[in-house]
Nanobody, 114 residues
Framework: VQLQASGGGLVQPGGSLRLSCAAS????????MGWYRQAPGKQRELVAE???????NYADFVKGRFTISRDNGKNTMILQMNSLKPEDTAVYYC?????????WGRGTQVTVSS
């Protein structure tokens, strides 16, 4: 499985960004996809995740601001990020888990700064 994340960039506080993740390769019908982030000097942390059936789980620090979605037919996942804060600055990674294996994309940089 290969994962390609895109959509990062520089945005002012209060702004929005939309991250996309495209999965390719052998994708099982049941899997879990998610976004993680890692800020400098910090551990990688879960941002949001979504099951094949659309059940979602969000980290407390993004609830009400970020929305995760997916298109199973296209093997894509979206993270809509609104009301961005400077503390959201990090490299965001796309993750897919299936068959007991976890796959990672290369990450996309999100910088929130005025």
């Amino acid at each position: 499985v290969q994962l390609q994340a895109s959509g990062g960039g520089l945005v002012q506080p209060g702004g929005s960004l939309r991250l996309s993740c495209a999965a390719s390769g052998t994708i099982l019908s049941i899997n879990l996809m998610g976004w993680y982030r890692q800020a400098p000097g910090k551990q990688r942390e879960l941002v949001a995740e979504i099951t094949t059936y659309g059940s979602t789980n969000y980290a407390d620090f993004v609830k009400g601001r970020f929305t995760i979605s997916r298109d199973n037919g296209k093997n894509t996942m979206i993270l809509q990020m609104n009301s961005l804060k400077p503390e959201d600055t990090a490299v965001y990674y796309c993750n897919e888990r299936q068959g007991g294996v976890s796959y990672w994309g290369r990450g996309t940089q999100v910088t929130v700064s005025s």
